[in-house]
């Protein structure tokens, strides 16, 4: 009796079994693509955020003034070039400021700007400079105290965002400059200086390129 119903049923055993292989390998071929979906999901997510992240760092986008279009395009003078420069060094590789450049190097600031934490510089470009008759300036490139007092009249020893730029500042040699309006409209000092680039990022600084050469 016992072979007997062995036999009968070894044919439903069969169908069972192919039913179950043919239900298990249909599912061995769906899960791939769920685990492919969950993978494409997961490679698309990190992929978006540092293009967000890239936008945000483009020293390209954060500048503002009329003279940006001024600025090399490429090179360590360039916007992104300057970025990974201390201040002092940044200037002396952008073709706007070589006067400027010139003057820090005679009142031998340069180490004093690049190794400072945090600054902001209003930094005259060169027709500023050129607007001094010429027997005056150099007569002040020659003078290592006043030009001293000078070009520390124009830097401040904090950085000081567009937003933030309104009000009185201590600078660097003590004096105060006054700064009216924020972003593109603010004026700098007694003699309302323009701001033609603002807002470059150094190092260790922030640069506002203005036009005019301010006196303590």
């Given at each position: ?69 001024a600025v090399p395009q ?16 940044a200037a002396s590789n ?71 730029l309104s009000g009185e ?48």
């Amino acid at each position: 009796m016992k072979r007997t119903t062995l036999r009968k049923t070894s044919g439903l055993a069969a169908v069972a079994l192919s039913l179950s292989m043919g239900l298990a390998a249909c599912s061995s071929e769906e899960e791939p693509a769920d685990t492919a979906s969950e993978d494409t999901t997961s490679e698309e997510t990190p992929a978006e955020e540092p293009s967000e992240d890239a936008g945000e760092m483009d020293p390209a986008a954060q500048v503002f003034g009329p003279a940006c279009s001024a600025v090399p395009q490429d090179g360590e003078g360039s916007l992104t070039g300057m970025v990974d420069d201390p201040v002092a060094t940044a200037a002396s590789n952008n073709p706007l400021l070589s006067t400027l450049v010139t003057a820090v190097q005679a009142a031998d600031l340069v180490e004093t700007l690049n190794t400072a934490p945090a600054l902001t510089v209003f930094a005259p470009y060169n027709d500023a400079f050129a607007a001094i008759p010429e027997a005056d300036l150099n007569a002040l490139l020659e003078d290592k105290e006043a030009l001293t007092n000078v070009l520390g009249h124009h830097v401040l020893g904090e950085q000081v965002a567009p937003e933030n730029l309104s009000g009185e500042f201590e600078t660097f040699v003590g004096t105060t400059l006054t700064v009216n309006g924020e972003g593109e409209a603010a004026t700098i000092g007694d003699e309302e200086a323009a701001i033609l680039c603002g807002n470059i990022p150094t190092a260790n600084a922030t640069v506002y390129v203005i036009d005019t050469v301010l006196m303590p």
